[in-house]
Structure formats: C-alpha cells, structure tokens
C-alpha cells in the first residue's frame, strides 16, 4: 500500500508481513510458461522474479508446490522483481503450511534469540550441579 507522507513523499507500508523464501515455482503469463524464483509470499499475494515482459495489471497464474495454480494480478514492478496479488488469498492453514515446508530460514526474532540463550543458561547450569 503506498501512502503520501505530509511532505508528499510516497512511502510505501505493506499490509501484511512477508515470508521470505528462495523457491523455483512455474508460471504462466500469456503464451508465455516457466520457472520463476518466488522471493516472498503472504496469504494476499507474492513477490517473484524472472519474468520478462510483465506489465502492471497483468494476469500471471503461479503453481504453488501442491496447490492449484494460483490466478493474480501484477501490482508493481521493480527491476526482475514484480508484486503479484492473488484473486484469491490463500487460506492462512494452506500459507503456514507452505512456510513450514518451503520459506527461507527466516532471522530470528528477539524472543527466539532469548529463548536459546535461556536455554543455554538453564544447560549449563545443570551441569554444573553435583548429582
């Protein structure tokens, strides 16, 4: 979503957060079929790249790994990257299945870091005690 900024500056906020992943999926815009690199994903849509000739308001349908090919609409363009808004979103079980198999091994949050060093603590503090 873009919004204008008090001094007209175009700032752009996205509406969801965004899964990271590094995946070869098909596509098919127009004639056009192919292997194309999906760089991240929400229920609402994805972003991808490799694909020549796309325009905004496009129709590219995306094959998800077992799922029917997915019908979505360009919204942006940048570079070899383009923003693909699905018609329609998929179902938040189906998302989080495919980041549980497919997403890249997203940063660590603040409380997972936490977590693993709690953990760590609570190890070695055990060992040290006598049985």
């Not at 999906?38 to 994805?46: D, H, I, R």
Request: charged share 30%.
């Amino acid at each position: 979503m873009l919004l204008n900024t008090i001094d007209d500056t175009v700032v752009y906020v996205p509406r969801a957060e965004r899964i990271s992943f590094d995946l070869m999926v098909r596509y098919r815009f127009g004639e056009d079929r192919g292997p194309t690199l999906l760089k991240n994903l929400t229920c609402g849509g994805a972003r991808v790249e490799g694909i020549a000739g796309l325009r905004c308001g496009d129709k590219v349908t995306l094959c998800l790994p077992s799922l029917a090919p997915k019908e979505a609409t360009v919204v942006w363009l940048m570079g070899q990257s383009a923003g693909l808004e699905f018609d329609r979103p998929l179902h938040p079980d189906i998302f989080e299945e495919l980041v549980l198999r497919h997403a890249s091994q997203r940063e660590r949050s603040e409380t997972d870091r936490l977590t693993q060093i709690n953990n760590r603590y609570d190890r070695e503090e055990s060992e040290e005690l006598p049985n």
